[in-house]
């Protein structure tokens, strides 16, 4: 009897979590000409550290990471190329991950499910720029699905350098 | 009688114990044999970008190769000072080392699919680190893998094997 209630625990704490992380996706989804997007920060950006949360834009001249701190700077001239990619990640945020290690102790397996519900697709921006001294730098950030070719075309409409060919992701009459 | 026995007592314990040394030496002594490589010395190094050769592999994944590279080596301590690719100030160390990475296979796998089924999906990228001294000298070369194989997003993998990179430089330096 104790064994069906922890499956139905975290079956409702898993629904719990993919709704709001739906609802966000979604949001920023139909909010495509916002300047400022809700990303992930993976690695590479000076004195920010990985799986940070914050705001991304281009305004100033510059690339610009908001975490709540002093904001991450990168002069959007010393960048010279720019990649879109994609993975399938897992959502729900560190909620999700403490949720997802907890329901490993679920029994049969039952937490497995979370896997699928928490599953979610995030474009992947690689920023290659370098610092003053000419050294080369790699920042590479998590998007909302879609975001990341309208970022890159505001980056080169910025001034910044991509000599990668334009991904497929971009949609018809969309500019580079 | 009973002195006579604990002579024979103790000749064989002191038979056995020399056995039994003997033994001991014989299975440590191979690895004392081994030449261990000399420790190289060096003030600075210089970590250049993955190279992918002929291999498709995504590009984020050599950049983030690249990041955590820089990031453990400094974090380990082992060089006075890292150096990423290009920088101008590396032109005037005289002790620098080079380290470059060429990938020599790659395999993208599934999150999903590794946390389903926990013996599918990994991910996992085979590289050549290839250190070399000022005057282009090959100092020593080392095949490496870096692998997630259960928990973790596919970009985990890169985390591995910058680990494995970071632990061989520790080794020789």
Redesign the interface.
């Known amino acids: 009897m104790r064994y069906p209630m922890s499956a139905i625990i975290v079956l409702i704490a898993a629904g719990g979590l993919t709704l709001p992380a739906q609802t966000s996706t979604a949001g920023s989804g139909t909010n495509a000409s916002s300047p400022v997007l809700g990303v992930r920060h993976?690695?590479?950006l000076e004195n920010v550290g990985s799986q940070k949360t914050g705001k991304l834009s281009v305004q100033n001249g510059a690339m610009q990471f908001d975490f709540g701190k002093n904001p991450a700077t990168v002069p959007v001239a010393s960048i010279d190329d720019i990649?879109v990619?994609s993975?399938?990640?897992?959502g729900g945020g560190t909620v999700g991950r403490v949720v997802k290690t907890a329901s490993m102790a679920a029994p049969y397996e039952s937490g497995?499910v979370l896997?699928?519900l928490l599953?979610t697709k995030v474009d992947?921006l690689?920023i290659?720029y370098?610092d003053a001294?000419?050294?080369?730098?790699?920042?590479?950030l998590a998007l909302p699905k879609g975001q990341a070719s309208d970022m890159r075309t505001r980056l080169i409409a910025a001034g910044a350098h991509a000599s990668?060919p334009v991904e497929p992701q971009l949609k018809a009459g969309q500019q580079p | 009688m009973s002195r006579n026995c604990v002579v024979r007592t103790f000749g064989f314990l002191a038979a056995l114990v020399s056995q039994f040394a003997i033994a001991q030496t014989g299975a440590t002594s191979p690895p004392a044999n081994k030449a261990k490589p000399p420790k190289l010395s060096a003030s600075a190094i210089q970590i250049e970008p993955i190279d992918a050769g002929d291999v498709s592999i995504p590009p984020e994944f050599r950049f983030a190769i690249y990041e955590r590279l820089i990031e453990r080596v400094q974090k380990d301590g082992t060089f006075k000072k890292v150096y990423r690719s290009g920088d101008r100030e590396a032109a005037n160390v005289p002790d620098l080392v080079t380290l470059r990475t060429t990938v020599g296979k790659f395999k993208e796998g599934s999150q999903l699919r590794r946390e389903l089924t926990t013996v599918t999906g990994a991910t996992s990228v085979d590289v050549t680190a290839t250190m070399s001294a000022r005057d282009g000298s090959v100092l020593f070369e080392s095949d490496l893998s870096g692998k997630v194989r259960f928990i973790g997003e596919n970009l985990g993998a890169t985390n591995d094997l910058a680990k494995r990179i970071a632990k061989l430089l520790r080794q020789r330096f």
Not at chain 1, 87 to 90: S, V
Not at chain 1, 133 to 140: E, K, Q, S, T, W
Request: hydrophobic fraction near 35%.
């Open positions: 993976v690695i590479g990649f990619g993975e399938t990640t897992q497995k896997s699928l599953r992947i690689t290659s370098r001294n000419g050294a080369r730098h790699g920042a590479i990668a």
